[in-house]
């Protein structure tokens, strides 16, 4: 680590460093010229390329990495990243929709019952005076 160990850069600086022949990351507001362990990654180098020009934290996390890992991590330090340049994380908030009633039951029962009633009120009638008149 040289006098540029403590540099801070913005996500615009490291967004430029996103190639096979230079590649930094952020990771928990450090960043790490990854370029010399591209080859020996054990993921490859697609999944240190594809997390470039982004807070990468999640990324590093989410794997799992060993303890060996983290501790490599030192030897790649470039410097730090300013925070304010990182866009803020927003929580996925699904689009609001109408209700929606899933149990269609009762309106099929009730439009079922406005048709079958008055049926059977006039088969009803039908059938009576069929009958008195018989009488």
């Known amino acids: ?18 190639s096979l022949k230079d590649c930094w990351l952020v990771i928990e507001g450090k960043i790490y010229d990854v370029t010399g362990f591209m080859e020996d990654h054990p993921g490859g180098e697609e999944v240190l390329l594809s997390s470039t020009g982004k807070d ?13 890992a983290k501790a490599m991590m030192d030897e790649f330090y470039v410097g730090d990243i300013d925070m ?3 866009p803020k994380k ?3 908030t699904p689009p609001k929709q ?3 009633n899933q149990d269609k039951t009762p309106d099929f029962i009730i439009k079922l019952l406005q048709f079958l ?8 009638a039908a059938g ?7 009488q």
Do not use: Q
């Open 56 to 68: 990468a934290t999640d990324d590093f996390e989410g794997i799992g990495h060993s303890s060996t």
């Open 84 to 86: 304010a340049t990182i």
């Open 90 to 92: 927003r929580k996925y």
């Open 98 to 100: 109408p209700y929606y």
């Open 128 to 134: 009576i005076r069929f009958y008195t008149k018989s």
């Open 117 to 124: 009633v008055p049926i059977f009120v006039l088969g009803l």
């Open 1 to 18: 680590m040289g006098e540029d160990a403590k540099k801070v850069f913005t996500l615009a600086e490291v967004s430029k460093h996103s």
